[in-house]
Nanobody
């Protein structure tokens, strides 16, 4: 079983930055990882993914502003978020899949004020 714990959310003004962190129980070696978000009243959506070999992909809405990265020594995945906008306000969730099972953290809230 994999446990994911997100941190780093908070309140920030538009144009500001935050860095989210996802602590993973056990090794993240060979795990593809992802960040998702869910805004109030909306469906959960993919923000960014990073493969085990470090290849990253992003939703169009965050390209050029967000950067996903991973640290195999600390077993952590990060989401650097720059130029934040009010529409980025959401609960942000870390995600992975192993042996056919999907795992989610409890999320961290990001609120961007205008």
């Amino acid at each position: 079983q994999v446990q994911l714990v997100e941190s780093g959310g908070g309140l920030v003004q538009a144009g500001g930055s935050l860095r989210l962190s996802c602590a993973v129980s056990g090794t993240i070696f060979r795990l593809n990882m992802g960040w998702y978000r869910q805004a109030p009243g909306k469906q959960r959506e993919l923000v960014a993914t990073i493969t085990a070999d470090g290849s990253a992909n992003y939703a169009d809405s965050v390209k050029g502003r967000f950067t996903i990265s991973r640290d195999g020594v600390k077993n952590r995945v990060y989401l650097q978020m720059n130029s934040l906008q009010p529409e980025d306000t959401a609960d942000y969730y870390c995600n992975t899949q192993r042996s056919g099972m999907f795992y989610w953290g409890k999320g961290t809230l990001v609120t961007v004020s205008s």
